[in-house]
Every structure is written in structure tokens, then in C-alpha cells.
């Protein structure tokens, strides 16, 4: 494709501007899947600390969310 530490572009694959616009859309998608699973955790995560289940416990009481978070192992800030 591209080899910037030889010096060269491969005109194969047509002129420069198009290729990087299709390089950045590609880095822009990947990005924006990254984002989006890392949403889907994260509400999973804060989802099963609401409804009390901790490590196949079943359903217990909500309680505060940030002990429910730690028990499940995400690091919550500090109080004080």
C-alpha cells in the first residue's frame, strides 16, 4: 500500500488524497466500534451492580452502586 520509511507510494492504488480520506475513515470507524463496546460494558457492568447480582450470587439488594461496582472488581473513586 503505503511505505513512508522507503520513500514511496504505491500509485496502484490511485493518487494520495483518496487513499488517506479512506485511511482516516477506517481509523474513524474502529475508533467509534472501540467507543461503542466499550459503552456496552461499562452499562452491563453498572446494570448488574444496580440489580445486586455480584460474581453468581443472584439477586440480592441494590444498595449503593459504587459497593456493588467494587465487589464486581471496577475500580470506583475513593469517598472523602
Known sequence: MM???H???DRSLG?????MDYL???YIR???????QQAVHIVNAL???MGGESKGKGKGKGGDPFEALS?????VPAEG
Open 3 to 5: 511505505s513512508a520509511e
Open 7 to 9: 520513500g514511496f507510494w
Open 15 to 19: 493518487p494520495r488524497g483518496e487513499m
Open 24 to 26: 482516516v475513515d477506517s
Open 30 to 36: 474502529r475508533k467509534r466500534w472501540e467507543w461503542e
Open 47 to 49: 446494570g448488574k451492580a
Open 71 to 75: 465487589r464486581l472488581g471496577v475500580k
